[in-house]
């Protein structure tokens, strides 16, 4: 139990242009999905929590303008990574949080981003 | 002072040894503990929970947690190659909020 899945795995794209990554929690519903963001040899960055239904709660220094995140349903979330740069890529994770759970999260398999 | 502490190692054990991961926390008000693995270049998956002082145990794991001394601890017995990985330790804050507190983690080798 307790799966989430992302998707794409890997997206590779051009500076300028928007990504969408989706995030579903496949066997129970999640009332809260946090998205976070990983450089190489570096600790998890969480971006944001998003809750169904409400708008996100973004961390200090995360433009919300530039990552859009929406939780639709109680399984699924998106981030789009608008108008990306090269700085921007990294290895993003969503992780969700179950309705009926305590406060463990599970996370997806991530996504690498790589803007040329 | 950090938020979470750990010892980012390399620790290194051979194989069928204990392996000892470390944490301390700084918010006295968490109360809800968890053992992360994250394999290099995959994303982090729970392996343990623990809430009450004491030890609990799964399997080769056990995680130890001691409030007083703001401590939490992960045992891993009979320690395989494909332990080799980064434990991060994350407590969840005190608040009305679900986030966890993330530590850098310790990486984990185990010699064949």
């Known amino acids: 139990g307790a799966v989430v899945s992302q998707h794409p795995s890997r997206v590779i794209c051009k500076s300028g242009t928007s990504v969408k990554i989706e995030c579903r929690s496949l066997?129970?519903?999640?009332?809260?999905m946090f998205w976070y963001r990983q450089f190489p040899k570096k600790s998890l960055m969480l971006m944001a929590t998003?809750?169904?239904?409400?708008?996100?709660?973004?961390e200090q220094g995360v433009e919300k303008d530039k990552f859009l995140i929406n939780h639709a349903s109680l399984t699924l979330s998106t981030l789009t990574v608008t108008s990306a740069h090269p700085e921007d890529s990294s290895f993003y994770i969503c992780?969700?949080?179950?309705?009926?759970?305590?406060?463990?999260?599970?996370f997806g398999p991530g996504t690498r981003l790589t803007v040329t | 002072q950090k938020e979470v502490e750990q010892n980012s190692g390399p620790l290194s054990v051979p194989e069928g040894a204990i392996a000892s991961l470390n944490c301390t926390y700084s918010?006295?008000?968490?109360?809800?503990f968890f053992w992360y693995r994250q394999y290099s270049g995959k994303s982090p998956e729970l392996i343990m929970s623990?809430?009450s002082n004491g030890d609990k145990e799964d399997g080769r794991f056990t995680a130890q947690l001691n409030k007083a001394s703001q401590y939490v601890s992960l045992l891993i017995r009979d320690s395989q190659p494909s332990d080799s990985a980064t434990y991060l330790c994350?407590?969840?804050?005190?608040?009305?909020?679900?986030?966890?507190?993330w530590g850098l983690g310790t990486s984990l080798a185990v010699n064949p």
């Open positions: 992780s969700a949080a179950s309705l009926a759970g305590g406060y463990e999260q599970y």
């Open positions: 994350a407590p969840k804050g005190a608040g009305n909020n679900r986030k966890l507190i």
């Open positions: 998003s809750n169904e239904g409400s708008k996100a709660t973004y």
């Open positions: 918010d006295r008000g968490s109360q809800s």
């Open positions: 066997d129970f519903q999640a009332t809260t």
């Open positions: 623990i809430y």
